[in-house]
């Protein structure tokens, strides 16, 4: 358990893009009429937004960032840091920061690099981003933290466990640093059970993405509400205090299971994946998004990833940012 908090941070705005193509569960080809109405019941899926080919990974991140800094009014020579989650970029190397940092004219001094992480990246990616800010320690910095996956890329389309879950989405969430702020900015609770390993992967040479769905389920429900629970008492704070709580959005049948184990009532546990899907490590940031309003109280909320890894990374962080709504569609 690697349980640790940050201070100055805070989310500005989050903005999702999806493409506008969408494959419909209740039509899919694999699965008899009766099969595809339990598949939907049980995962909560319907639609997916999927990339058409030939699209690139890198003119999406590139897009989802020219949208958030036009709504928050930031120009890009003003971004300290600029660091991509995903786990499918265009190619190798260079990397995806890099090469956004280079389309979009960012100043030499913008800290860039990629980090190689799922269903649990965007909390594991939050911290680097706040514990660099923290440590660059530089009054009124910048930061953009991008999460998505074109998880089609890696889809065998005739895997019946595979196909129906997974959607393509990118988001980019804007973060700025307070120097001058002694306030807590978050508390983490980051995990990682290597053992699982094997669960979700993709390996040679066809190259598509293998799921041990019992695997999952298991490793889910042994790790997650107890790296929740431990955070919750960590922070000192009480569960009835968060605004709301935000899952990786697995399937509905897993994220039930979780919310119901970890004790926080349904109205506070939103949902995007009837509309959208898996979408990897865009899952959370995307459901914020949709979830928030302006109705809201600047408060404490939980956001939770887990899966491939197998990795376990839940955060207690404030909430109230500026920019949030539904995916733009490309």
């Known amino acids: 358990m690697a349980l640790a908090q940050t201070k100055g941070a805070s989310i500005e705005g989050i903005v999702t893009v999806v493409p506008s193509q969408t494959e419909d569960n209740s039509l899919l080809d694999l699965?008899?009429?009766s099969e595809r109405e339990s598949l939907i019941t049980h995962t909560g899926i319907r639609y997916r937004h999927i990339v058409p080919a030939g699209?690139?990974?890198?003119?999406?991140?590139?897009?989802?960032?020219?949208i958030l800094c036009e709504k928050l009014e930031w120009s890009s020579d003003s971004i300290d840091?600029?660091?991509t989650v995903t786990q499918s970029p265009d190619q190798p190397l260079p990397s995806v920061s890099c090469d956004v940092h280079g389309k979009m004219g960012m100043p030499p001094h913008t800290l860039c690099f990629d980090i190689n992480s799922g269903c649990s990246g965007f909390v594991y990616g939050l911290y680097t981003v706040y514990s660099l800010l923290q440590?660059?320690?530089?009054?009124?910095?910048?930061?953009?933290l991008i999460c998505g996956d074109f998880s089609s890329r890696f889809t065998d389309p005739q895997d019946r466990s595979?196909?129906?879950?997974f959607s393509d989405a990118v988001s980019a969430i804007g973060i700025r640093f307070d120097a001058h702020s002694d306030t807590i900015s978050g508390y983490f609770n980051l995990e990682t059970v290597g053992k699982g390993f094997d669960a979700i992967k993709v390996?040679?040479?066809?190259?598509?993405m293998r799921m041990q769905g019992i695997d999952v389920f298991n490793y889910t429900l042994r790790y997650v509400p107890d790296n929740i629970q431990k955070l919750i008492t960590y922070s000192g704070k009480k569960q009835e205090e968060l605004q709301m709580a935000v899952f990786h959005q697995a399937n509905r049948l897993i994220n039930e299971t979780i919310r119901k184990k970890a004790g926080f009532p349904e109205e506070k546990v939103p949902y995007t994946l009837y509309e959208y899907g898996n979408t990897g490590s865009a899952t959370i940031p995307l459901t914020l998004?949709?979830?928030?309003n302006d109705g809201y109280d600047s408060s404490w909320i939980l956001i939770s990833g887990f899966g491939v890894g197998f990795s376990v990374a839940s955060a207690l962080i404030p909430f109230s940012p500026k920019v949030f709504g539904l995916p733009v569609e490309l």
Request: include cysteine; charged fraction near 20%; proline fraction near 10%.
């Open 31 to 33: 699965l008899t009429e």
């Open 55 to 66: 699209v690139r990974f890198v003119d999406y991140v590139q897009k989802a960032t020219e």
């Open 81 to 83: 840091v600029f660091i």
């Open 135 to 144: 440590g660059l320690n530089k009054p009124g910095a910048r930061a953009i």
């Open 162 to 165: 595979v196909k129906p879950v």
């Open 203 to 208: 390996t040679p040479p066809d190259a598509f």
């Open 289 to 292: 998004g949709c979830a928030w």
